[in-house]
């Protein structure tokens, strides 16, 4: 007899199953374009000359284990607060803004979405992309909200739907949650334009709906914060939006397992702000008690110091450029390899993704016969690219397509 009468063996998560697959394939040719993470020119991965430089300034200076307090490193909050909102913007509404450290892009995910889950009746529905980032689901049903999914992404035109997004919005019940990519939509790579964007936020005003903006990639997109940061600042800055928003440095500052980030919340009010700090750090007491702080020292001290600040600009630049200049590469070397289609979408999607639009039955040859892992939606991680493997990866998408 057991006690755990409803166990039940849930699957593995898809994306770190096929990182497991690829470590035990021994091929010599095998590439890994699962998991978003950056890798340099020979496919290592890439520790930033900043968050290096920092790290030694942290142990020059002696680091200590102390706990941080619940709400996370007081100066890492409101460096991410000025960095996201822009100096300007946090000049005005800084005050207005709650902020509380999280466990990476996730956890900002849960605190925002228990934070809405406590202070709406009835609860709101969250409005999901479809596709989706597939961990969205589970962390909305977690926190205690349902969601529904509109059509984000037009296979025909490899681009945003954008009649199927306005449709949406002019059709949710007023009150209901959209999850939003800030930059570099996860998995397809297309966002929508400045003016989409100011579109967007017009309805969502006008329709009284509430933004959460997943904001994974700031500054890894473009290379630039402020650049990659607009959607959020002209929802804060121009529309006055309340909104959360949901910051990573997972990839930003390749700080993946110190699982730094923060939620940020513009209220109505200081007054809101303050309440709904406090209840911020009421979830995150009972959650994980308070957050992990090496990671938050090194972003803290790369935020804030001048000199640190402007080798992770270039840092950023260095990031990005390489997965522009690797998407360029994969799709010259597909015109040379003579794969049928068209290939304009991927020199045209931004962030680490690339979106291929293949079957599933050419994935799982390219896994199979050619050793090459990408997700089962055919999402490619183009920062797995480099010059010793992309001819490689593009002949192999010809070949499994013809
Ligand atoms: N949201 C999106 C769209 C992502 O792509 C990711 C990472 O892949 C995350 C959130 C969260 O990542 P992390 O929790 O590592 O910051």
């Known amino acids: 007899s057991t006690f755990f009468t409803g166990a039940q063996r849930i699957p593995p998560d898809r994306i770190f199953e096929l990182t ?16 978003g993470a950056y890798r340099d020119g020979d496919g290592n991965p890439w520790i930033l000359p900043s968050v290096r430089e920092s790290r030694r300034l942290l142990q020059e200076q002696g680091l200590i284990h102390e706990y941080l307090p619940i709400l996370g490193h007081a100066g890492f909050r409101e460096a991410v607060a000025r960095t996201v909102l822009g100096e300007e913007l946090f000049s005005t509404k800084g005050s207005h803004v709650a902020t509380c450290q ?19 009746s009835p609860k709101p529905k969250v409005i999901i992309t479809d596709p989706p980032y597939g961990n969205h689901f589970q962390v909305i049903k977690d926190v205690g909200l349902e969601y529904e999914t509109f059509k984000y ?14 449709n949406m919005l002019q059709t949710v019940p007023p009150g209901s949650v959209i999850l939003l990519h800030a930059c570099a939509h996860n998995p397809t790579g297309c966002d929508p334009n400045k003016d989409e964007w100011r579109e967007i936020g017009q309805i969502m005003k006008s329709r009284n709906l509430f933004p959460i903006f997943d ?23 121009e ?10 440095y997972a990839k930003s500052m390749g700080l993946y397992g110190e699982r730094v980030g923060a939620v940020l919340v513009h209220a109505a009010s200081k007054d809101l702000a303050l309440d709904c700090q406090s209840m911020l750090e009421q979830i995150q007491r009972s959650q994980v008690s308070n957050p992990p702080a090496f990671g938050a020292k090194t972003a803290h001290l ?3 110091d001048e000199k640190l600040k402007k080798q992770w600009s ?48 050419v994935v799982v040859e390219l896994r199979e016969k050619y050793h090459i892992y990408m997700a089962d939606n055919s999402r490619i991680s183009v920062a797995g690219l480099n010059d010793s493997n992309v001819k490689y990866v593009a002949a192999s998408i010809a070949a499994s397509v013809r």
């Open 20 to 35: 497991a697959e690829y470590l035990k394939d021994d091929s010599p040719v095998k590439a890994n374009l699962g998991q």
């Open 102 to 120: 999280s466990l990476s892009g996730t956890g900002a995910l849960h605190l925002a979405g228990k934070l809405i889950a406590r202070t709406n």
């Open 153 to 166: 992404y037009d296979a025909a035109t490899k681009s945003v739907d954008m009649a199927s997004y306005r």
């Open 215 to 237: 904001a994974a990639y700031l500054g890894f997109n473009s290379g630039s914060v402020d650049e990659d940061a607009f959607s959020i600042r002209h929802f804060i800055g």
């Open 239 to 248: 529309l006055n939006l309340e909104a959360a928003i949901c910051v990573s």
């Open 302 to 304: 790369i935020l804030t």
């Open 314 to 361: 270039e840092d950023l630049l260095t990031m990005s450029g390489r997965i522009r200049t690797m998407r360029q590469k994969l799709y010259d070397a597909l015109h040379e390899e003579g794969a049928p289609g068209t290939w304009e979408h991927l020199i045209n999607q931004t962030g680490m993704f690339g979106f291929l639009g293949l079957s599933s039955q």
